[in-house]
């Protein structure tokens, strides 16, 4: 069955640390992996794609990591700001450049606190 | 650009009436993808447009549920008749070239 499964399902930081969200998926055939920002109230937005050939990429201080061999992904958030309190959710797409094909994850809901 | 325009932001209807949410996607945009979403089951695709036509409905939870797609500039998802377990989050999303999905402000229901 194709999953993706987030941990933790959320977190609290203070101001200024790092943090590490994880994505783990059993979902084949494999195109890419999502990483998207959900603000409370508000519709995800887009962070970062990443395709069966990148192992990492970045959007300012926001850092995806993909290993398609053990099929997990991180994102890693760098001297976090309030503004970064959100669920953050994971996607996996089934097939290239078919956008309904993707299987969303649960998210983790992440809250800096000051 | 505005983004993917939706309405009503929020409604409150009581069960068995009819609701309509409606949607603008991006000017452009070919892709139209209709959402709900729920602390239970997080974000579950209903139905999705290519070029207007419906490609895939099956998500769509049963016959009470409909979605219509006249014009590139324009979508509707209809709930008739509506029940308590209808109430979530209702999004619109739409995409181009590329991989990216946009998506709305979401339209919040609430069936009593």
């Known amino acids: 069955k194709n999953q993706v499964e987030q941990s933790p399902q959320s977190l609290i930081i203070l101001e200024g640390k790092n943090c590490t969200l994880q994505c783990n998926y059993t979902v084949s055939p494999f195109s890419n992996l999502r990483w998207y920002k959900q603000d409370t109230g508000r519709g995800p937005v887009s962070l970062t794609i990443m395709t069966f050939s990148e192992n990492t990429k970045s959007n300012g201080r926001y850092t995806a990591t993909l290993d398609a061999d053990t099929k997990q992904s991180s994102l890693h958030i760098t001297a976090s700001q309030l503004s970064d309190s959100a669920s953050y959710i994971c996607?996996?797409?089934?097939?290239?450049?078919?956008?309904?094909?993707?299987?969303w994850g649960l998210g983790t809901s992440l809250a800096v606190n000051p | 650009d505005a983004g993917v325009i939706q309405s009503p932001r929020h409604e409150v209807t009581e069960m068995g009436q009819e609701v309509t949410l409606r949607c603008k996607p991006i000017s452009g945009h070919d892709y139209l993808f209709w959402y709900r979403q729920t602390m239970m089951r997080g974000l579950e695709l209903l139905i999705y447009?290519?070029?207007?036509?419906?490609?895939?409905d099956s998500g769509m939870p049963e016959d009470r549920f409909s979605a219509k797609m006249p014009n590139a500039s324009f979508s509707t998802l209809k709930i008739q008749p509506s029940e308590p377990r209808d109430s979530a989050v209702y999004f619109c999303a739409s995409s181009g070239l590329g991989n990216t999905i946009y998506f709305g402000e979401g339209s919040w229901l609430t069936v009593v």
């Open positions: 996607v996996v797409s089934l097939n290239a450049g078919n956008n309904r094909k993707l299987i």
């Open positions: 447009f290519n070029n207007n036509v419906p490609i895939d």
